[in-house]
Every structure is written in C-alpha cells, then in structure tokens.
C-alpha cells in the first residue's frame, strides 16, 4: 500500500465499528503518524498498542495536535455534543471522516465550518477481519490526495466503493451497513427451523452458521451470479424447490420482506440526517 498518513489519526469512538475498522489500520501499518483514540471507556484494547494513546474526551485532546485525519465514529445522536471539540482542526489539512449512520456531509459543514474536509461513509463489521465493505462520499473540499488516502484506509478493512451522489448512502447503510445483522438473522431462523424440523440445537446452529458462511464464499469465489448458484442447488422435483417455493412466495416471501425491510432501514437513515 503506497499510501500512508504522516500526521496522526484521531478516531473520536472506538466501539464496535471504530474499533473493527482501527483493528485494520493498526495491521496494515497505514496510520504512520500515530492514532490517537478518543473515548470515554478507554479503549482497554487499544491502550498501550504501539503508535496509540487514549483519552478519555475530545476536550483533552493536545494544543498542538495536528490530526491529518478525524474518524468519526460515535452513534449519531451523540454527534452535536461532541463536534465543537473537534472544530478547531477544521480546514484543508484535515479530513474528517464520519462513518455515522444519517448525518449528512452538509450537517457536518454547517457544525466545523463550511470550509472542513469531509467524507461520509458507511462501512460494515465484517471490517474486523478485514472482510467490510464501505461505501465513501467526499465533499468538494477533499482532495484527490486526501480522498486516495481515505480510500486506503478503508481498503485495509476490506473493500471501498467511492460516490459522488451522497443521497445513495442511505441505502448503502440500510443493505450493506446492516446487511451482516440480517445475515445473522438467517442463520439463527435457519437453526431454529432445523429445530423445530428435528435436529438437535448444536447441530443445527453448526449446520446454519457454515452453511451460510460456506455459500457467501462460494459466491464470493465464483463466477456465477447468486441467481444461478441458487439455482444450481435446486434440482428439478427435488427438496430445495419445496423450500423456495415458500421463501419466494408473491407477497410474503424473502424477497418482498427484504424490500419492505431495506425500505425501512433506508427511511431511517433520511431521518437520523434530518435531526439536528
Ligand atoms: N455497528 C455497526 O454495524 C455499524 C455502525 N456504524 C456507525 O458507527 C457509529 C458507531 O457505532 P457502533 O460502533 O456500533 O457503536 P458503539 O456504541 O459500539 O461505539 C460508540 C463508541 O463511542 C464512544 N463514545 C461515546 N461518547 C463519546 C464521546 N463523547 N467521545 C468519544 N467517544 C464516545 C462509546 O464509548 C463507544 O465506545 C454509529 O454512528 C453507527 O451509525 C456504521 C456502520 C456499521
Ligand atoms: O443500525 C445502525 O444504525 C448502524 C448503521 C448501519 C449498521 N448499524
């Protein structure tokens, strides 16, 4: 990886994303300047890591520092409380980097300032083993230099998608951003429902948890599109086909639910950005 931050990081919010993401950072070696990690539980994992130090809020964050990068990565509602700490470093040195859900890159300009440099994203937890995949959107401000390091920093969780047109991140967060948690959710109605078919409770968590891991593999690694490797597991007259039949049933089948559920995901990501 060519590109690398000489100044240091300051990731405001290291919990389940910021510190999944920073898990990446850490191993790739990408912040060479240093991280520095606010959060009020002290980021116990993190503490005493080479190149990271911990405080415990953005008011005590040095005079002198001179972050290259802001990662913003604390729940949306927290948002309004915390940004006049980090106001000061506002200006075309300085990338502020939000990953959270709803705040839009005009929420963010009107609190640091219309002069700030910032990328909105939304990333997802499979980041943690470096298998995320994020979607960024910077505003006119980001250079293209500034924009290619963002990119490598999310690369280094796995895969990045840049946009222009910031109104597809709502969508992005409602499938891919929470796309894992409905993954999970299949895998724990499939065991459920190889209970209730039978099967005993380790078994059939087992048999869901690499089942469904084993098919996103096989997706990932094949050239086929899902449709047809569905398709391939189907056989004519055979049991798969039962099963389908259900799950793909006009008006309240998987793919009418899913519809009504991204729907209702994307809905709420407009709405946490509408609320000051
Ligand atoms: N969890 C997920 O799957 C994803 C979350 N996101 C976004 O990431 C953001 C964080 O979400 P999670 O990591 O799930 O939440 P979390 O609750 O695990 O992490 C938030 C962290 O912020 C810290 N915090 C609270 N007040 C703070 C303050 N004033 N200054 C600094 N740190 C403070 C908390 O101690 C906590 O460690 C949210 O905005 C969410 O929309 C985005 C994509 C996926
Ligand atoms: O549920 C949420 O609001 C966040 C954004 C995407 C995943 N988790």
Redesign the pocket.
């Known amino acids: 990886m060519s590109e690398r931050l000489e100044r240091p990081l300051v990731l405001?919010?290291?919990?389940?994303?910021?510190g999944a993401m920073l898990e990446g950072w850490l191993s790739s070696g990408i912040a060479g300047g240093g991280v520095v990690i606010?959060?009020?539980?002290g980021a116990k994992a993190f503490d005493g890591r080479s190149g990271v130090s911990v405080v415990a809020?953005?008011k005590d964050l040095p005079g002198d520092l001179n972050p290259e990068f802001v990662v913003l990565?604390?729940?949306?509602q927290?948002m309004d409380?915390?940004l006049p700490d980090y106001s000061r470093f506002a200006g075309p040195d300085c990338v502020f980097l939000s990953?959270?859900?709803g705040k839009t890159i005009d929420y963010f300009e009107s609190h640091l300032g219309r002069e700030a440099v910032v990328i909105r994203a939304?990333?997802?937890?499979p980041a943690a083993i470096g298998q995320g995949i994020t979607v960024a959107c910077p505003n006119a401000h980001a250079s293209s230099a500034q924009s290619a390091i963002a990119e490598a920093l999310l690369r280094a969780v796995g895969e990045a998608v840049s946009v222009d047109d910031e109104s597809l991140i709502d969508a992005v967060t409602a499938l891919s951003?929470?796309g894992?948690a409905y993954t999970f959710l299949l895998m724990e109605v499939m065991a459920k429902a190889g209970v209730a078919a039978g099967l005993p409770d380790d078994l059939a968590a087992r048999l869901a948890l690499v089942t469904v891991a084993g098919a996103g593999q096989l997706a990932l690694a094949s050239d086929e599109p899902p449709a047809t490797l569905r398709e391939n597991v189907t056989s004519p007259g055979g049991t798969t086909l039962e099963a389908l039949k259900v799950l793909m049933r006009d008006g309240d089948g998987l793919p009418d639910l899913m519809v009504e559920a991204i729907a209702a995901a994307t809905r709420r990501s407009r709405e946490l950005g509408a609320k000051e």
Do not use: S, W
């Open positions: 405001v919010g290291c919990g389940k994303m910021g606010v959060d009020p539980t809020d953005g990565a604390v729940k949306p927290q409380g915390l990953i959270a859900a939304m990333p997802n937890t951003g929470g894992p």
